[in-house]
Each structure stands twice: as structure tokens, then as C-alpha cells.
């Protein structure tokens, strides 16, 4: 138990340490022109890296129905939401050390129901850049699809799937 005591706090040490290093790298590879390759996008995310997901209602005014939303991962249930126009659900996590976090969500609108991962390794790369401290993933829930921004509010965003 001790010997797992002193390799768990030598892990979080030696992790403080990278993440203090790799800061003045971090901040100068979000002003290049990122490459969208899984392979680029693999090595940017790291464990213990802190993300802030939101999901916020960008549908038609007139829409006649509110979105429904269930989000979870493996070990976290974020339970079912109603997200009215404008409404925004959110949570915050931190990378884990396999880089295998990953949260998904099951949309319904009227007469659609999708589900989509909003957060893994390879999605990282969309939410790097909004604070030294925490990245956020904006998603933006609209008529023709789901767009996705690294700041609230977007100055540009990317859709990423469709309904």
C-alpha cells in the first residue's frame, strides 16, 4: 500500500512538472496554424489537462420542441437535460493518463435522435487555447448540425457532425 501511496504521489509530482514545463510550448503551438491529423491531435492532449465541455440550444426560435440531452462517459453519468433556446449544460474534467477519456451525449430534436461523442483525445484539439488553465469545448447545437468552438463566445466555430 505505501509502495502505491509514494508512485501515485511521484506520478502527480512528475505530472506538475511536465505540465509546467510544456506551458511556454503549449501557448506557442496554439498561435501556429493547426494541422487537423489524429496523429498531431494525439500528442497535444495530456494527462491531467483540464476541459470544460458546454452544450448549448443554438435551434430555430420558432422552434416548437426543446433539446434533449443525455451525456456520460465510462465513469461518469451526467444524467438527462432539457436544454431550452439559449440553454447551456456543462461540466469539467481532466484528462485521464491513458488519454482514453471520452464523453459522448444522445441529442433529441423533434423528429431526430443522434448520438455523438463531444470529447475525446482527437476532439481535444478543437477546445485547446481559452485559458492557460482550462480548455473549453463549446458545442452549438443547431438546425443543420453540431459545431464545435474553443471559446465562449465563438468568434468562429467548425461543424462537425450532422443530424
Known sequence: MKRIRVLFLLALYLNH????????????????KKIQTFDKIERRAFPGQEYEVHIVNKLPINSTSPLYIHCASKD?????????LNDDFNWSFAMNYGLSTMFFCRFKWESKNQAYEVFNKHLAFYCEGYSEDEDICLWWVKEDGFYISNEIPPSSSTQIYRW
Open 76 to 84: 461518469d453519468e451526467l444524467g438527462n437535460h432539457t436544454l431550452n
Open 17 to 32: 512538472s511536465i505540465k509546467a514545463i510544456s506551458s511556454p510550448i503549449r501557448k506557442s503551438l496554439r498561435t501556429e
